[in-house]
């Protein structure tokens, strides 16, 4: 029987000095899920700017709740409105979105349920689907994932008095974290708007478990750690990846190389090695760009290369048991079939969050 050759595939694993990339892909688009029964004339809608948005269309809070999104800055809202007595919301907001490209999603206001579906949605996309989408969420059991971020405060209160609980903070958390630039990290970040938190019994504990926190900084209400919801290390994971701003930077690089492979690459050049160095010295120049933007860090040699080992094994595993006494240039040179086998080596730049003064007297 013949093995299925199926659709061009990239599969590409980031670990965390083994990572690929090359064009700057859109990013920053929030698809946020409303239970609404207004207008059920529609199922989604998408807006660029605030001033769009059909006040009519929603009830008076889902109305403000988009609004609260644009408040961070995304590039665009995608609205997917869903029946308020679904038992499935979460479903049905993912079949309504259907191929639509989107960063962040999350509910303006959901219950228990909705919540845990949609972690579960995020979590299947990034180890089954490779696809890079990222969740908010109000207060999931132990999501434990760097595409989900776990936000716990109780409550928030705003500074004309009016206090609501944290699921409807959702929103304007989502539109804060799609609208920072990747040079910034959501640490301290100020939230102007409001006037004090309810903060958990233990900030730094619920730090380290993976909870999102706001916390009270004197007159100003702060994001205390822009942290995801990782806590199991290991397998590729490292403790840098709790961080937004790094699974921010893995998610771009991801969704770049597979773009520019897909749109430039894939189909039109035959598959031998000099195609392949081609490739390769594009993503590197697109390493220095990110270098020179403190993306990655410039003092490191960031740089793509044939994945000598896997194009080793691809071969080895085919029947050609001859290949295992290769030299690592043989390998390089002897491409496989379709495949092309690609690893890397970044470092990631994180922001400056942590900070350590010693003054010595004598």
């Excluded at 749109?263 to 990110?290: E, P």
């Excluded at 490191?300 to 194009?311: G, H, I, M």
Aim: with cysteine.
């Amino acid at each position: 029987m013949n093995a299925l050759i199926g659709l061009p595939k990239i599969e590409i694993t980031f670990k965390q000095l083994a990572q690929t990339a090359i064009a700057r892909s859109a990013r920053g688009i929030v698809a946020l899920i409303v239970k609404d029964k207004t207008d059920t004339t529609f199922e989604v809608k998408e807006y660029k700017l605030a001033s769009e948005v059909e006040a009519a269309k929603y009830t008076i809070a889902n109305a403000k709740y988009i609004k609260d999104v644009f408040e961070g800055g995304p590039s665009k809202v995608i609205v997917v409105r869903v029946e308020p007595d679904s038992k499935t919301a979460s479903a049905d907001a993912v079949k309504a979105l259907g191929s639509r490209k989107y960063n962040w999603i999350g509910f303006a206001e959901g219950a228990v349920a909705d919540q845990q579906a949609l972690v579960a949605y995020v979590k299947e996309q990034e180890t089954a689907n490779k696809k890079n989408i990222k969740a908010v969420v109000y207060n999931t059991t132990s999501p434990d994932s760097m595409s989900v971020v776990n936000f716990v405060n109780e409550d928030v209160t705003y500074q004309d008095g009016k206090t609501v609980t944290g699921d409807k903070y959702v929103a304007r958390l989502l539109g804060v974290f799609a609208g920072l630039p990747m040079t910034q990290s959501g640490t301290y970040k100020p939230l102007a708007e409001l006037s004090i938190v309810k903060e958990p019994t233990d900030v730094e504990a619920a730090i380290n478990a993976g909870k999102l926190v706001l916390i009270n900084d004197e007159d100003t209400v702060r994001i205390g750690r822009a942290v995801n919801s990782l806590v199991t290390l290991g397998n590729g994971k490292s403790e840098d990846m709790k961080k937004i701003i790094v699974c921010e930077t893995i998610h771009l690089i991801k969704e770049d190389i597979f773009s520019t492979f897909k749109n430039d690459y894939l189909g039109k050049y035959k598959n031998k090695y000099d195609n392949q160095v081609l490739f390769i010295s594009a993503i590197n120049t697109y390493f220095d760009i990110l270098a020179s933007e403190d993306i990655l860090d410039p003092e490191y040699d960031n740089r793509c290369f044939v994945d000598v080992e896997t194009q080793r094994k691809a071969w080895i595993e085919s029947g050609k048991a001859e290949a295992q006494d290769w030299d690592d240039a043989s390998v390089r040179i002897k491409t496989f079939r379709s495949n092309v086998f690609l690893g890397g080596s970044v470092k990631i730049l994180d922001a400056m969050e942590d900070f350590t003064f010693t003054v010595n007297m004598e």
